[in-house]
Nanobody, 124 residues
Framework: QAQLVESGGGLVQPGDSLRLSCAAP????????MGWFRQAPGKEREFIAA????????YNDDSVKGRFTISRDTRKSTVYLQMNSLKPEDTAVYYC?????????????????WGQGTQVTVSS
């Protein structure tokens, strides 16, 4: 089973930026749909963004429109989530996930492989 390893989380102030990384086997990054989700305490897991193997992307516009960008580097076998203009409500554990090839899905159930998560805390 593919292993996904997130990194890049931390404590930042409102308005700051962070870039999360998800290292995965090269085959996974090349062929699978890759997604980012987050989960805050007491809340359900929330879709953030996804990228298909052909590079098409989709975002949770209600939460992150214009602030977050998903990308991937197939040479480094890594998927990124660039997060700008961070807000306290962005505080959560962020997860990387992989789904079978296809159009990017917003449903957690479509993703069969998950990383352990990385904590992002936005606070002044």
């Amino acid at each position: 089973q593919a292993q996904l390893v997130e990194s890049g989380g931390g404590l930042v102030q409102p308005g700051d930026s962070l870039r999360l990384s998800c290292a995965a086997p090269s085959r996974t990054v090349l062929w699978y749909t890759m997604g980012w989700f987050r989960q805050a305490p007491g809340k359900e897991r929330e879709f953030i963004a996804a990228i298909s193997r052909v590079g098409s992307t989709t975002y949770n516009d209600d939460s992150v429109k214009g602030r977050f960008t998903i990308s991937r580097d197939t040479r480094k076998s890594t998927v990124y989530l660039q997060m700008n203009s961070l807000k306290p409500e962005d505080t959560a554990v962020y997860y990387c996930a992989a789904a079978q090839p296809g159009n990017p899905s917003r449903e957690p159930g479509s993703y069969g492989t998950w990383g352990q998560g990385t904590q992002v805390t936005v606070s002044s």
